[in-house]
Every structure is written in structure tokens, then in C-alpha cells.
């Protein structure tokens, strides 16, 4: 009985068996219900002149797949003219609907890759502008039966730019032999192996299927610091092979170009991009591959960037550069996207000139070439001038070009914000970005309306979206991360839809239709980033993160005197970069002339970006009300606690999400919540140390429930002091004498008796995976190991820093007065079992 129960849940709840999150939003789980709404769905699907390995064929096979998973019924594919069967579904593109007789009537004009979906007493026409289209059309037709919606209805949709690509910024090999990901989290690459393009190519067609969903049309498949070796001819067969797996989907395949090229593999001596060698020497690149590969989309080019080579090295323009590629391009239809992420590190010195800014190069060296550029060139610019920081204003580049198109490059991939390890949906900052009005000339210039071409009357333009995904069957490496990419998708199409919208839909394909189930993840994801900006950066100061290292984890000191122009200007009385034209940089000078006067003064900046544009005491008092200060810390306070939220939302989950995918996302968010008290306890003690000034509210700094592992009675461990040292609570940790010895740190509880969670913060360092064992008196309470490094899929580190640092914590505990606590660590590896501290919290009690 309870087994039959059981089954009527799942098949309620419509889960299917193994849910590892591969098939991501296109699972096709039964609709509950849908057995009695089948009879509406017609049981024949006429596909207008499909051809096998192109979108119409495919979309046929989708509607098959997708109508037996969705609603049970097996559907079947009329083969040959005449005949037509009453109820049907016709699938095709608008040409062959009229070539075989359709009612074009009151059909609209469509955009390339347009639908048109028309759904009436149970005839549905799914039509193209191109072939494409009329998959596009088949997905959403899909999506709507998938959540439910089956009434009648007609469609139009096209898409909002010509552009919608992504970037993987795959390695072919990295120092070692397989292909990894450049800030990628979620596993090896999924086309390289090796230094060739891998053999089963499967994983490459399931990508192309999920984007296809979403309206991608092309996948830049390698690292835009690109290996000269991605030309070989061997790669370039490799790379048909591709093209070949994305094809059924109507997704393209770009490159990612090293400029040297012709000097690295060619064996010419220049890469001089006006040397006619040089030029020949792409031209024939360019037409082996259009041989191999006749829709390929085009190229991706980053110059004259953290080491990259471009034009410049020969004193020639960015758009000699750019142009050189167009040229070659042009004959076959393709374009180059041309990265404006342009900035010379080397000449970054925050010491010696307070002028110097990062956030001006992009404006600085595409200066005067807005009329240079051939028209199948497109620049593609980050959202923001720097670098994808958890808050950063638009890039005042998108207001510098009117003839030239342009594409908004957004992060899908959490490099800066939280690795795929924390939940950040981001749609609701792109959102921000893509709604901003830059007041070009004073008139109406929203981001989108630029992108898109409609603002300059460019026909290109458009969005590329960094997505990196890898071999995991999570794709991101977490779950909810996919969230992003879903919704990055459905942005590039139509960035008026509402981000709220869109997570419900992706929640209901995703997870369940059950309300609850979605009211939770909305609530988590809504808060998200929010929480992640309050307590990894706040006010504008950037994401506070490593910058040196792994871009992961606290280390606000990393953010000043590096050489990579992240800078935030921090002393003992001040901070923020001084962006001013009057006083500083002169960065608000490069926006139009209303946004360059919000920007300028300090009265009508506002407050999420203050200390982006003003360098201001940390007793400035913000339009709130408080300190910038006193708002660092209560931010901190105040998003750490939300993470902690994220837990019992997800928790009270249990049981309306199959197990796998349950405990897969519990554990993230566990790990996430200790993670944020170690990001609000390393920043909020990097200023107070900084600054001098104490929290009004008397909490950082001091932590009651806590027990610092350096004033435990150690046997075989010692103390560590760490850093930087707002790492570790009171700026040291322990470790094993040696690596090989086990430790015991004790101590003698002064706490009353009673039921408590007891949390002990530790480092897990990608050495070794070393082993703590928490005993009270005799009793052992619990045992975990250090193996984020694989579990996680963050980027791995060998330091005791704010990156490795972790949490792990043992809930309602009975502990009595007197007892002993005793922690033993087992050194593995290099990895000295370090401990940081230990706190005896009573219920409700973070600390
Ligand atoms: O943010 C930086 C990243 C690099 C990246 C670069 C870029 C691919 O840290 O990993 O290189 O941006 O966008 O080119």
C-alpha cells in the first residue's frame, strides 16, 4: 500500500527516474493531468519538406519525444504529400506552407528566425521564417504544453536581435592533456580532449538541443584566449564534426581566433594584420574552413588583452584588426565579433596615478573608429566597464557606437560571483543592465534598444552570453545555476520578459509544477543576488573577491596594488575609486551627458554604486541614513543571513524533488551558507582592522559562541597564523605538526546544558583530503573530509585562505556542562587537517 502511495506521488509530482539534471529543462516529465487533456493534442504531425539532420526534421522528432514524455500519447510523423490528416500538428517553414498549398492568409510577416504558432480546436501550425524558426516554434509549443497550457491561442514571436551566441571558453588542453574550462565549474570541456577535438561528440548535440530551446543560434567553441592550434587541419575536420552535431539544431559554430596566428602556426614572421601575407594567409584559413564547414557563423577575436596579441604590436587600429577578419568573412556570410574587453595591465599603477582606471580603456581605444569598421563587424562589449563584478554601471562603450553593431557579453558562468558554489540567479542584473537608458544625444537609449540595432539603425547586433559549461551531467555544476542560462536565453530573445516569469517556467520544466516547489525556488533565487552583493561587495566597491588567485572567496586586500586595475582605493580613512571628471578618472565624463551627471556628483549617485564612482570617508553618510561603514557591516550581517535561509526553504523541499537532485542542491546551499559568515566575518574584519571604527551593533569582532581552535589544548597540532588574516576568526588557525601525524585539539565545555548546533569552521585545501572527527567526552558526534575540491567545482586552491575556507555543522547536539570536546584531524597529503574554530550555538544563534 505504501509502495502504490508511494508511486501515485511520484507520478504526481511527475518525476522520472534518473534525474542527474542532464536533460536540464527539457526532462518532458508527465503533466499532471495530462492524461485527460491529451485528447486535445492532435495525434499526427505533418513535417513540411524535412530534411534529415536539419531544425524541421528535428522539430517533428521533438514534438514526438516531447508529447509521449509530456502527456503519454504516441504521435506519429505522416510521411508524403496529400491526405492530410484533420487534426494535426504542421510543422515547417512559412515558404514551404505556401509551396504546399497553405492558407497563407493572415499569416504575419516574419524576422529571421521568427514562429508563428497557431493553436485552434486542436490543429496546431508551427511555421518558420526559416527552419530554424519553426524549431524555435516547435520548443515553445512544447514549453506551453509542458506547463500545462494547452488552450487555443496564435503566436508571433520574433526575436529581438540577430545575434544570441554563446562562448565557451573551452581549452583544447591546459598545461596538462584534456580539454579544461577557463572559469568553468562544472567539468571538463565537452568538445576538446586531449589537444583534438573529442570522438563522441554526444554531449555537443545535447548542448545544441538545450540552446536551440532557448533561441541560441551560435556556440563559440573555444576560449577567447585562443591556442593557434584550434587551425590545424586535423581541428579543423574536428571542428565539422561540430558543426555536423549542432546543425539539427540551427545553432552555428564560431571561432575564437589567436591573432599570431600566421606567425605561431603559419610559420610566416608577422601577423601584421595589413601584410598581404597575413591577409592571404587568413583568407585560406577561412575557406578551408567554410569548405568543412559552409554555416559557420564567424569569429570571435579578443586583442591586445591580458597578453593576448592584436593590431597594436604593428601600430595598427582595432579595426584594421577587426577588418581584416571581415574581409576574409565576407564572401561566406560571416561575422567578427570583435571583443572590446581591451586594456593594457601592464601600464595599471594605482601608486603613482590617481588617474589611471581600468573602466576608461574600452571608450579609450575604440576612440574616433566608430566609422572604420566593415558592417559585418560587431563589438562585444561586457555589461559593465570592468569585469562582470557583482555591480558595476553599463559600460558607457555601448553609448560610443552608432555605426558600427554591438553585442552586451554577460556572464552566465559565476566567475566573480560565487563559482556555481553559491545561487546567484542573475537575470534580475541583467535585467538592470539591459533596461539602462544611456540618453545618447538625450533621447531614449536603453541598452536592449542598442543591441538589438534598433537605436543606430544597425542591422547587427545583439548578446553573447559566457556560459562555460562542462562534462557534468549538471552542465553549470549546480542545478539551480541552470536557472541562468534558461533565462540568458530567453533575455537575448526578448529582454522585455519578466525575470520572475521566466524562473517559474524554467522551475515548473525543471523541478515540479507543485506550487510550493516553486514558491520556494523563486524565494531563494529572488534573493540571491541581492544577498551575494550584500555580503561579497556592497555599495559599488566591486565583488571583494580574490583577485589574484582563483576569483573565489573573500580577500578585500587583493583589491588594491594588483596590477590588473580592480582597484578600490581602500586606506585607514577612505575608499572608492574617484571617478569624477572634476577630481578623478574622468570615467563619468565618458557617459552622455544626463548619466555623466548623476555619476558626477555624489548628491545623485546612487548608493549601489557610490563608492564605484566616489572616493568618499568611511563616515560619509549614504542616502539611508548610515556610515558607509556601519552599511558594510550591517550588509554583511544582513546577506549572510539570508544564505543561512536558503537551507529551510530548500529543506522544506524534502520529498517534492526526487532525492538525487535534492541532496545535490541541499549540499551547495549548506556549503553556501557557512561560506557567507566566512565572507562577512573576512570583510567586515578587513575594514574594522582597516578603519578603526567599531560596529554600532557590537558584533564584529566579537563572537561569544565562539571557540577559537588556537586556544584549545593541542597535542599534534600547532598554531597557524594565516593569510591574509582575515581569513581565519582571530587571524590564526591550527595544523598538524607534520603530515603524517594525526592532532587533537580539546577542551573542557563552559557551556549550560543543553541542545545545541555546534559548527566548526575549518580549511579544506585542494592537497589532500584529510579527515576531522568531532567527539564530546567519548560520544563521537560526527566525521567529514576535505574533498570540496571535488565536489564543489569551484576553483581549487592549495592555500589557507577565505577560498578554502568551510563550515561544517552538527545540528541539535545535547551537550552538558563540563564536557570534553575533542577534535582529532587526520592529515592527508600536503593538507594538514587545519581547524579554524569551533561555535556552541544555542537554536536561532549564527555565528
Ligand atoms: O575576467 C577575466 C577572466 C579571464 C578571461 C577574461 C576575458 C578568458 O578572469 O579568465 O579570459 O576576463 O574575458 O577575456
Known amino acids: 500500500m505504501r509502495s502504490l502511495l508511494l508511486f501515485l506521488l511520484v507520478a504526481y509530482l511527475g518525476l522520472a527516474a534518473a534525474e542527474d539534471g542532464l536533460a536540464a529543462w527539457l526532462r518532458y516529465a508527465p503533466v499532471p493531468n495530462g492524461k485527460h487533456l491529451r485528447e486535445n493534442i492532435p495525434s499526427v504531425i505533418v513535417s513540411l519538406n524535412a530534411t534529415e539532420g536539419l531544425p524541421v526534421y528535428t522539430a517533428a522528432q521533438e514534438l514526438v519525444d516531447g508529447i509521449d514524455g509530456l502527456?503519454?500519447?504516441?504521435?506519429?510523423?505522416?510521411?508524403?504529400?496529400?491526405?492530410?490528416?484533420?487534426?494535426?500538428?504542421?510543422?515547417?517553414?512559412?515558404?514551404?506552407?505556401?509551396?504546399?498549398?497553405?492558407?497563407?492568409?493572415?499569416?504575419p510577416e516574419l524576422s529571421a528566425d521568427g514562429y508563428y504558432i497557431k493553436i485552434t480546436k486542436g490543429n496546431v501550425l508551427i511555421l518558420g521564417q526559416n527552419e530554424r524558426g519553426a524549431l524555435y516554434g516547435t520548443f515553445q509549443y512544447l514549453e506551453r504544453l509542458a506547463i500545462g497550457e494547452i488552450s487555443d491561442t496564435a503566436i508571433t514571436s520574433n526575436p529581438d536581435a540577430p545575434i544570441r551566441w554563446v562562448n565557451q571558453w573551452d581549452n583544447l588542453r591546459d598545461g596538462g592533456t584534456h580539454g579544461s574550462v577557463e572559469r568553468g565549474y562544472g567539468g571538463d570541456s565537452i568538445f576538446f580532449w586531449d589537444g583534438v577535438v573529442r570522438e563522441d561528440l554526444n554531449r555537443a548535440a545535447q548542448y545544441a538541443r538545450l540552446l536551440a530551446s532557448i533561441g541560441i543560434n551560435a556556440v563559440v567553441v573555444n576560449n577567447v584566449n585562443a591556442n593557434e592550434t584550434i587551425l590545424t587541419e586535423q581541428n579543423m575536420d574536428g571542428l565539422a564534426r561540430i558543426a555536423d552535431e549542432f546543425r539539427p539544431y540551427g545553432v552555428q559554430l564560431g571561432l575564437s581566433l589567436n591573432f599570431a596566428s600566421p606567425q605561431l602556426l603559419g610559420g610566416l614572421d608577422t601577423f601584421d594584420p595589413l601584410d598581404e601575407s597575413v591577409i592571404d594567409w587568413w583568407q585560406g584559413i577561412t575557406n578551408d574552413l567554410y569548405q568543412r564547414i559552409p554555416d559557420m557563423a564567424g569569429y570571435l577575436v579578443k586583442a591586445n588583452s591580458e597578453?593576448?596579441?592584436?593590431?597594436?604590436?604593428?601600430?595598427?587600429?582595432?579595426?584594421?584588426?577587426?577588418?581584416?577578419?571581415?574581409?576574409?568573412?565576407?564572401?561566406?556570410?560571416?561575422?567578427?565579433?570583435?571583443?572590446?574587453?581591451?586594456?593594457?595591465?601592464?601600464?595599471?599603477?594605482?601608486?603613482?596615478?590617481?588617474?589611471?582606471?581600468?573602466?576608461n580603456a574600452a571608450v579609450e581605444f575604440f576612440d574616433g573608429l566608430d566609422s572604420d569598421f566593415e558592417d559585418n563587424v560587431v563589438i562585444q562589449i561586457k555589461n559593465g566597464p570592468i569585469d562582470f563584478q557583482v555591480r558595476e554601471p553599463v559600460s558607457p562603450l555601448f553609448a560610443h557606437l552608432s555605426q558600427t553593431g554591438s553585442a552586451v557579453e554577460l556572464q552566465v558562468t559565476q566567475e566573480y560571483l560565487g563559482q556555481q558554489a553559491h545561487v546567484v540567479y542573475l537575470a534580475p542584473m541583467w535585467k538592470e543592465v539591459l533596461d539602462f537608458d544611456l540618453r545618447v544625444g538625450g533621447e531614449d537609449s536603453v541598452v536592449s534598444d542598442i543591441v538589438s540595432g534598433r537605436r543606430f539603425n544597425n542591422e547587427l547586433g545583439g548578446y553573447a552570453g559566457v556560459v562555460n559549461v562542462g562534462h557534468?551531467?549538471?552542465?553549470?555544476?549546480?542545478?539551480?545555476?541552470?536557472?541562468?542560462?534558461?533565462?540568458?536565453?530567453?533575455?537575448?530573445?526578448?529582454?522585455?520578459?519578466?525575470?520572475?516569469?521566466?524562473?517559474?517556467?524554467?522551475?515548473?520544466?525543471?523541478?515540479?509544477?507543485?506550487?510550493?516547489?516553486?514558491?520556494?525556488?523563486?524565494?531563494?533565487?529572488?534573493?540571491?543576488?541581492?544577498?551575494y552583493e550584500?555580503?561579497?561587495?556592497?555599495?559599488?566597491?566591486?565583488?571583494?573577491?580574490?583577485?589574484?588567485?582563483?576569483?573565489?572567496?573573500?580577500?578585500p586586500g587583493s583589491q588594491d596594488g594588483n596590477p590588473w586595475g580592480q582597484w578600490t582605493r581602500a586606506d585607514a580613512d577612505t575608499i572608492g575609486m574617484d571617478r569624477t571628471v572634476w577630481n578623478g578618472t574622468g570615467n563619468t565624463g565618458q557617459y552622455p551627458e544626463e548619466v555623466y551627471q548623476v555619476y558626477e556628483n555624489i548628491e545623485t549617485t546612487p548608493d549601489n554604486l557610490l563608492l564605484w564612482?566616489?572616493?568618499?570617508?568611511?563616515?560619509?553618510?549614504?542616502?539611508?541614513?548610515?556610515?558607509?561603514?556601519?552599511?558594510?557591516?550591517?550588509?554583511h550581517y544582513r546577506g549572510s543571513a539570508t544564505a543561512q535561509t536558503f537551507v529551510s526553504l530548500w529543506e522544506s523541499l524534502k520529498g517534492r524533488i526526487d532525492k538525487e537532485r535534492y541532496e545535490h542542491v541541499l549540499f551547495r546551499l549548506v556549503y553556501q551558507a557557512g561560506h557567507s559568515l566566512v565572507w562577512r566575518d573576512s570583510v567586515n574584519n578587513f575594514y574594522f582592522n582597516k578603519s578603526s571604527i567599531p560596529d554600532e551593533a557590537g558584533?564584529?569582532?566579537?563572537?561569544?559562541?565562539?571557540?577559537?581552535?588556537?586556544?584549545?589544548?593541542?597535542?599534534?597540532?600547532?598554531?597557524?597564523?594565516?593569510?591574509?588574516?582575515?581569513?581565519?576568526?582571530?587571524?590564526?588557525?591550527?595544523?598538524?605538526?607534520?603530515?603524517?601525524?594525526?592532532?587533537?585539539?580539546?577542551?573542557?565545555?563552559?557551556?549550560?546544558?543543553?541542545v545545541y548546533n555546534v559548527a566548526v569552521n575549518y580549511f579544506d585545501q585542494a592537497l589532500g583530503n584529510s579527515t576531522w572527527t568531532l567527539f564530546l567526552d567519548d560520544r563521537k558526534i560526527g566525521e567529514w573530509k576535505g574533498d570540496l575540491e571535488y565536489i564543489?567545482?569551484?576553483?581549487?586552491?592549495?592555500?589557507?585562505?577565505?577560498?578554502?575556507?568551510?563550515?561544517?555543522?552538527?545540528?541539535?547536539?545535547?551537550?552538558?556542562?563540563?564536557?570534553?570536546?575533542?577534535?582529532?584531524?587526520v592529515p592527508d597529503g600536503k593538507e594538514p587537517a587545519p581547524l579554524d574554530y569551533i561555535s556552541i550555538l544555542p537554536e536561532g544563534i549564527i555565528d
Open 792 to 825: 564543489l567545482g569551484r576553483a581549487p586552491s592549495p592555500y589557507i585562505d577565505g577560498q578554502t575556507a568551510a563550515r561544517v555543522t552538527f545540528k541539535n547536539v545535547r551537550v552538558k556542562s563540563g564536557s570534553t570536546l575533542r577534535i582529532v584531524g
Open 71 to 107: 502527456y503519454g500519447k504516441k504521435v506519429k510523423i505522416h510521411k508524403g504529400k496529400g491526405n492530410k490528416p484533420k487534426k494535426s500538428i504542421v510543422v515547417g517553414t512559412v515558404d514551404a506552407y505556401t509551396e504546399n498549398d497553405g492558407n497563407v492568409k493572415g499569416i
Open 472 to 531: 557534468n551531467t549538471t552542465w553549470l555544476g549546480s542545478h539551480l545555476a541552470m536557472s541562468n542560462l534558461f533565462a540568458y536565453g530567453k533575455l537575448a530573445w526578448d529582454p522585455s520578459v519578466d525575470t520572475t516569469e521566466i524562473l517559474q517556467t524554467w522551475t515548473k520544466l525543471t523541478f515540479s509544477h507543485d506550487k510550493k516547489v516553486i514558491d520556494v525556488i523563486t524565494k531563494i533565487s529572488e534573493k540571491s543576488w541581492p544577498a
Open 307 to 359: 597578453g593576448q596579441a592584436g593590431p597594436l604590436t604593428y601600430n595598427r587600429t582595432l579595426a584594421d584588426g577587426a577588418n581584416l577578419f571581415a574581409h576574409a568573412l565576407k564572401p561566406h556570410g560571416g561575422i567578427i565579433m570583435f571583443r572590446a574587453f581591451v586594456y593594457d595591465h601592464r601600464t595599471l599603477d594605482q601608486d603613482v596615478d590617481w588617474k589611471a582606471d581600468r573602466a
Open 534 to 555: 550584500d555580503y561579497s561587495g556592497n555599495l559599488g566597491i566591486q565583488t571583494l573577491t580574490d583577485i589574484l588567485l582563483g576569483h573565489y572567496g573573500p580577500n
Open 613 to 635: 564612482f566616489h572616493h568618499v570617508p568611511y563616515t560619509q553618510v549614504l542616502k539611508s541614513g548610515k556610515t558607509v561603514i556601519q552599511h558594510f557591516y550591517d550588509a
Open 699 to 754: 558584533r564584529v569582532g566579537n563572537h561569544p559562541y565562539r571557540i577559537e581552535a588556537e586556544d584549545l589544548e593541542l597535542d599534534g597540532y600547532e598554531p597557524y597564523l594565516v593569510s591574509p588574516f582575515e581569513a581565519a576568526s582571530g587571524s590564526y588557525c591550527i595544523v598538524t605538526a607534520d603530515n603524517s601525524t594525526e592532532g587533537t585539539a580539546s577542551t573542557k565545555l563552559d557551556v549550560k546544558t543543553g
